[in-house]
């Protein structure tokens, strides 16, 4: 019966520090382009694990795996880590890691070569993160604003290659 009381008396205090947890706030950043090449070219043209490099002017290197599911990549000297955790012939998912002492958004991008026609795809890439962390709305809205930005500048040279 004493543990009860404890319990009970217990129990506002739990549940009015559980309110002050923020509740994550996930946003989806959905980008795509066109792309006057089949899907298949599109991909071995863009589509390595590594060919940030080549698209987005970044440093990777491999430091697990060759390219496929369960891969690490580390990008910017190791400043940013990505798992791939999903892969099929035309596409590649990822995720960053938790890393101790900050925020974890739970950050996950995915890239996809779609076919649209014989001789034509789209590029698709995909962004969902947790922007909890963020003060206000107008931060949320500037954080996906340029994440967009930087990932359809991207795209645009994904385009580039793959055309040739």
């Not at 990777?60 to 390219?67: A, K, M, N, R």
């Not at 969902?128 to 990932?151: C, Y």
Request: charged share 20%; glycine share 10%.
């Amino acid at each position: 019966m004493k543990h009860f009381l404890l319990m009970l008396l217990a129990l506002p205090t739990l549940l009015a520090s559980a309110s002050l947890i923020a509740q994550p706030e996930y946003v989806t950043i959905e980008m795509e382009i066109d792309v006057a090449k089949p899907a298949d070219e599109v991909w071995a043209a863009v589509g390595g694990y590594c060919g940030i490099t080549d698209w987005m002017g970044l440093d990777c290197e491999y430091t697990s795996g060759d390219g496929d599911m369960g891969t690490v990549r580390a990008l910017l000297g190791g400043r940013i880590i990505e798992i791939m955790v999903a892969q099929t012939p035309l596409s590649y998912g990822y995720t960053q890691p938790w890393n101790e002492g900050e925020f974890y958004n739970l950050y996950h991008g995915f890239m996809e070569a779609r076919p649209v026609s014989a001789n034509s795809s789209k590029l698709l890439y995909t962004l969902i993160l947790d922007v909890s962390n963020l003060e206000d709305q107008a931060a949320k809205d500037a954080d996906a604003a340029g994440r967009r930005a930087t990932f359809e500048g991207a795209l645009a040279s994904m385009k580039a290659l793959a055309e040739g």
